[in-house]
């Protein structure tokens, strides 16, 4: 008799010790997921020259050695430039803006820009749309088309070590097709590797794609096939490496862009939203993606959402800033800004 009491009396402490141990871990769990949650500011950092003007409309960021490149969508913007240029920042100035030991003013640098004829050579060419580098080599995508019928194109060229110039080869281009039939929309983002380079659509939403790809070239523009990768809602404007495997994706919704209206949003159904998303609309985060041998997965983590502001911030380059947090840049709306957003 006195066993069996023995047994039950031991039983019962394992069920209860079990149960402390699951409502503790469940507790950890949701404090661990609040947190990972958090709204992150956004720190401006103040430019000047030309690219604070609402024409550069900057597309793209991308790190060459030390040095941020942001791209015009049009690098012509300026009169009378020829072919346009691209900018660039050192790095150490932007750490002394952020590290408080500078507070002037960033002014980017011009660097000329020769991409002979390309305008002309793209039908219904409308600009620019991302950039990355392997060495000296530099890659980006077009955008061309009217209303529905929208092509995309990477190009390729070399970039001066010192800065001096970019010079793109006009007489190769690699055409990107569409997933979808909507205007305005075409590969917008690009990651490049040791020896491919890798291209996103910028609308991969359920609604819009049933089956989502990446496109896949080697560095001569030759395409090497897709990659799977999953269903995005809303835009996808920019990527950037984070690690070989693993890299970072602005996602984007300004509330003018109907057809991007999903039905549901898996992402803000599983983490919920962010204090300020209760009042504004539109959507700003980051969000992190895996590649694997079967392709292109979102991460199992949460996003990274911006703490809102009245007016939507089209942010349209990326840039991953050691391991302190993110660079960002808006194309013309509602400005040209250029913010950081540290790692939560």
């Not at 640098?109 to 409308?126: D, F, M």
Request: no cysteine.
């Amino acid at each position: 008799m006195k066993k069996r009491k023995l047994l039950i009396f031991l039983f019962i402490s394992v069920v209860i010790i079990e149960g402390v141990y699951l409502y503790f871990s469940f507790l950890q769990k949701k404090e661990t997921g609040a947190r990972a949650f958090e709204e992150q500011d956004v720190t401006l950092i103040p430019l000047s020259g030309p690219l604070t003007k609402k024409r550069a409309e900057v597309s793209g960021l991308a790190w060459f050695g030390d040095n941020l490149i942001f791209l015009p969508q049009y690098p012509d913007f300026v009169k009378d430039s020829g072919d346009g240029f691209l900018f660039y920042l050192p790095k150490d100035e932007i750490l002394a803006y952020l590290d408080g030991t500078s507070r002037a003013e960033l002014e980017p640098r011009p660097i000329p820009l020769t991409a002979v004829g390309l305008a002309h050579l793209v039908h219904g060419y409308q600009g620019l749309e991302s950039i990355g580098f392997s060495g000296t080599r530099v890659f980006l995508t077009i955008e061309a088309g009217k209303k529905n019928n929208m092509q995309g194109y990477l190009i390729s060229g070399v970039i001066a070590p010192d800065l001096s110039g970019i010079t793109l080869d006009t007489t190769k281009l690699a055409l990107i097709s569409p997933q979808a039939n909507y205007e305005n929309r075409s590969d917008e983002s690009i990651l490049v590797f040791d020896d491919k380079v890798v291209t996103f659509y910028e609308a991969n939403g359920k609604g819009i794609v049933a089956e989502p790809v990446a496109h896949v070239f080697d560095f001569d523009l030759n395409p090497l096939g897709t990659i799977p990768m999953p269903n995005l809602e809303y835009r996808l404007t920019d990527t950037a490496l984070s690690s070989e495997d693993e890299f970072w994706g602005i996602n984007y919704f300004p509330p003018s862009n109907d057809e991007l209206i999903p039905t549901s949003d898996p992402i803000s159904s599983m983490y919920g939203i962010g204090k300020s998303h209760t009042q504004y609309p539109q959507v700003e985060r980051l969000v992190k993606f895996i590649f694997s041998e079967d392709g292109i997965t979102l991460a199992d983590s949460a996003p990274i959402p911006f703490v809102l502001t009245e007016d939507a911030r089209n942010w349209e380059g990326l840039a991953i800033l050691d391991d302190r947090g993110f660079l960002l840049v808006t194309d013309d709306h509602p400005d040209t800004l250029f913010g950081f957003v540290p790692l939560p």
